[in-house]
């Protein structure tokens, strides 16, 4: 079981620009979540989806939006990049109905310049 | 709106316990959990508890909430220099989903003195 997958796991953004980041959960999940994580913080959360819809959504503007397809995996966009987005953003997989723990992935490091 | 606070920093000897701290306003968190994240990677679930529990025992971890005081603390038995990392304190209320908007904490730094 590979757990719960990210890529990139690196990636370099200019300020204005739109990115896409993807994860694949952990085998047998169906529910994934995104979070943010500034420098020295905690993680935020962003969004959560099951069922190809969003369910439920934290404080982060329209900029950031998402998608998950068939397969459970999860998209995470963001439009009009600030120096601000420069983050860890984190996925995490679960299953839906069961408040179960949640599995993390390792993250990807955005920079936006 | 729901807050977690915890102490920035903690520093304790090798071999020695390590108490990790954390207060909670939202009454209505269902779960409260402990992850750990070591330099560049992404969050590990080390325990969690429910919140009708007062104590909660795996290994060397130990997990004491005090509902009343919204007050949880982690201890760590036999603290090693694998366990330097930082900790996160997080709540999550139920409503059906298992990540379910975590609220976290900023993380509180274990550092181990040799």
């Known amino acids: 079981d590979a757990g719960v997958t990210q890529s990139p796991t690196h990636l370099i953004k200019t300020r204005g620009q739109q990115v896409t980041l993807r994860c694949s959960p952990k085998?047998?999940?169906?529910?994934v979540s995104w979070y943010q994580q500034a420098l020295g913080q905690g993680p935020q959360f962003i969004f959560q989806y099951y069922e190809e819809e969003e369910r439920q959504r934290g404080n982060f503007p329209d900029r950031f939006s998402g998608h998950q397809f068939p397969n459970y995996s999860s998209e995470l966009n963001v439009n009009a990049l600030l120096l601000g987005d420069s983050a860890l953003y984190l996925c995490?997989?679960?299953?839906?109905?069961?408040?179960?723990?949640?599995?993390f992935g390792q993250g990807t490091r955005l920079t936006v310049v | 709106g729901e807050d977690v606070e915890q102490s920035l920093f903690l520093s304790v000897r090798e071999g020695d316990s390590s108490v990790i701290n954390c207060t909670y306003t939202d009454s209505s968190s269902t779960y409260l959990y402990w992850y750990k994240q070591e330099p560049g990677a992404g969050l590990q679930l080390l325990t969690y508890i429910f919140s009708n529990m007062d104590m909660k025992q795996d290994q060397r971890l130990t997990v004491l909430l005090n509902k009343k005081d919204k007050h949880l603390s982690l201890r760590i038995a036999d603290t090693q220099t694998g366990d330097s990392a930082i900790y996160f304190c997080a709540e999550g209320p139920y409503s059906g989903g298992g990540a379910d908007g975590l609220t976290f904490g900023k993380g509180t730094h274990l550092i181990i003195q040799p």
């Open positions: 995490a997989s679960s299953w839906w109905g069961v408040n179960t723990e949640a599995f």
């Open positions: 085998s047998g999940h169906d529910t």
